[in-house]
């Protein structure tokens, strides 16, 4: 640690509400990147998933919006300490769109316009914890923050929640993603504060 | 932040665990073949770490995560870095 | 340059305020004391952290102000409206207090204060800071390389070191300064009000042919203007070297 700089308090971080440890509270957005925001027309947008044999089921936009979509507040936890809570998106479940697949894959790697990805197992993507988000906040979701669609994994550290999410594979072994290869921790459940390999 | 900052911002996380100055170093990109000073690699810090892009084709370069304690480096974006190192 | 690249790992060191002085109504420049200071080149930067007692820190990047050969570090702060380091630094920062820093860094945006070649400064708002660092190099080593400040300020009083740069380009020694300013004009100049473009920056004896050294520094969006300009202007972009400050100015 550091010597103490007289008077620095830094930004607000306590508060009534429970955050997970470590975090901070934020009332904007802040927007994160490892490149060039992707610009993606969803008249060429395509959403897919492969299974571990090759199974392919594929969405266009007009596909993608035809399915049932949901409306949900959940809260925020970004890797960079920052939270933000009660946020409200409308997506589709991940439920729905895997309801066709055939697989016993445990592992997911999920694909971004860009070059992103990220893994996590795949019973992290079902039971209602996942979704392709489309809109946030009653707007449709713009570039910078991962329109026109992102994965939502909530209960997981934010840079699971890739944004211009392309795709997911399912595979049978699991495979790091971009961060996860480079000292961020495999599955990143803030609650246990698992940020980094070993923690 | 989606714009980049130049290659300079570098030089602060590398000092910390290199004793040359990275960014004044040339590599080349494994994805393209330009060679150019790191400096003037398109960086990334808005992120979990900091992503260095080629000034001419964007792939990446290189990558850094810090957690307390540890430093990661991935450098498999250059093939090679030639570095001034006088006196060698 | 005339610094090895081997410089040693960096490390935090601890130093002491001397003095604040008030450049504008949000900026002000702090004097360091740092024990050991290895000394600088122009256009260096040091990074500056804060902890509060809980343990949690913030840190950022600023540059030096101040010529390589004096032994007391300064740093101009521009004071950021919902930054969470500057505000700390021009409002709560006082004489004795201690400042953790690093540095210092960079060995690309640098000037040698042995070359003789022409050098054109680009300044965008607090991105004068740095090319600051240079004028007082020079000056220091008593260079005579030609030097054109080019520098893009919202309105007067936004001007830093407004008195020292007109001091130091009535000297006659080839300092020449030029203002472009974007929002408002002093009153009775006859400058119009707008942002930077190809004339002011091609004034006689600093056009391609003259082929100066470039340094432009600034909001990432200036930065990437100026260089465009130059760029087209025929400068060789292999001459010219910039640093981003990020969108805002950067210097949170």
């Known amino acids: 640690m550091g010597i103490v700089s007289p008077g620095f308090r830094g930004r607000p971080r306590s508060g009534r ?68 809570l009660h946020t409200t998106w409308r997506g589709v479940s991940l439920d729905t769109l895997l309801a066709q697949a055939q697989t016993s894959a445990e592992y997911a790697l999920a694909r971004s316009y860009g070059g992103y990805t990220t893994n996590l197992p795949l019973a992290d993507l079902l039971d209602g914890q996942a979704w392709v988000a489309f809109e946030y906040g009653g707007r449709p979701l713009t570039a910078e923050h991962g329109g026109p669609a992102r994965l939502l994994v909530p209960h997981l550290y934010l840079w699971k929640s890739a944004k211009w999410v392309q795709g997911i594979d399912l595979k049978a072994k699991d495979e790091p993603g971009f961060w996860e290869s480079l000292g961020y921790h495999n599955y990143g459940d803030p609650w246990r504060e698992q940020r980094y390999w070993g923690d | 932040m989606t714009t980049h900052l130049d290659g300079n911002v570098l030089a602060g996380t590398f000092g910390v665990v290199f004793a040359v100055d990275i960014t004044t170093a040339v590599g080349q990109c494994a994805s393209c073949g330009t ?42 974006g250059v093939s090679y870095l030639e570095l001034q190192t006088p006196g060698e | 340059m005339a610094r090895a690249a081997v410089l040693g790992r960096l490390t935090w060191q601890v130093g002491m305020v001397t003095e604040i002085r008030k450049e504008t109504a949000t900026a002000s420049t702090i004097m360091i004391d740092v024990p050991g200071w290895p000394g600088h080149a122009a256009g260096q930067h040091v990074d ?5 007692e809980d343990g949690y820190s913030a840190q950022r990047s600023y540059s030096i102000a101040s010529a390589p050969g004096r032994d007391r570090l300064e740093l101009t702060v521009q004071r950021l409206e919902d930054g969470e ?66 520098y893009s ?22 300092l020449e300064v030029s203002y472009v ?5 002093p009153p009775g100049a006859r400058v119009r009000v707008g942002r930077l473009n190809p004339v002011v920056l091609a004034a006689p004896g600093w056009t391609r042919e003259a082929a100066p050294a470039v340094f432009i520094c600034g909001p990432t969006g200036f930065v990437e203007a100026a260089a465009s300009l130059l760029v087209k202007a025929g400068h060789d972009p292999g001459v010219i070297k910039t640093e981003r400050f990020g969108p805002s100015g950067g210097q949170a």
């Open chain 1, 17 to 84: 509400e429970k955050l997970p440890p470590g975090q901070y509270l934020v009332t904007d957005f802040p927007v994160l990147s490892a490149g060039p925001t992707p610009r993606v027309k969803t008249r060429s947008w395509e959403f897919r998933i492969t299974t571990e044999t090759g199974e392919v089921h594929t969405w266009d936009w007009a596909a993608f919006q035809a399915l049932p979509a949901e409306e949900f507040q959940v809260d925020l936890h970004c890797v960079t300490k920052w939270s933000k």
């Open chain 2, 35 to 76: 060679r150019e000073a790191i400096a003037q690699a398109m960086v990334y810090t808005d992120a979990p770490g900091l992503v260095a892009r080629c000034g001419c084709c964007g792939e990446v370069v290189l990558r850094v995560t810090r957690s307390a304690g540890r430093t990661w480096l991935d450098m498999r």
């Open chain 3, 48 to 52: 500056v952290r804060l902890t509060a």
């Open chain 3, 85 to 150: 380091v500057s505000p700390y630094l021009t409002d709560v920062l006082m004489v004795g207090y201690p400042l953790e820093l690093r540095g210092p860094i960079g060995g690309w945006f640098v000037w040698d204060t042995g070359a003789g070649r022409p050098v054109l400064l680009v300044a965008g708002g607090s991105g004068v800071v740095p090319l600051m660092s240079m004028i007082r190099a020079r000056a220091e080593a008593g260079s005579r390389a030609p030097f054109r400040l080019v």
């Open chain 3, 153 to 174: 300020v919202r309105s007067p009083e936004t001007v830093l070191y407004a008195a020292e740069l007109a001091e130091r380009s009535q000297a006659g020694d080839g």
């Open chain 3, 181 to 185: 300013y974007t929002r408002s004009a």
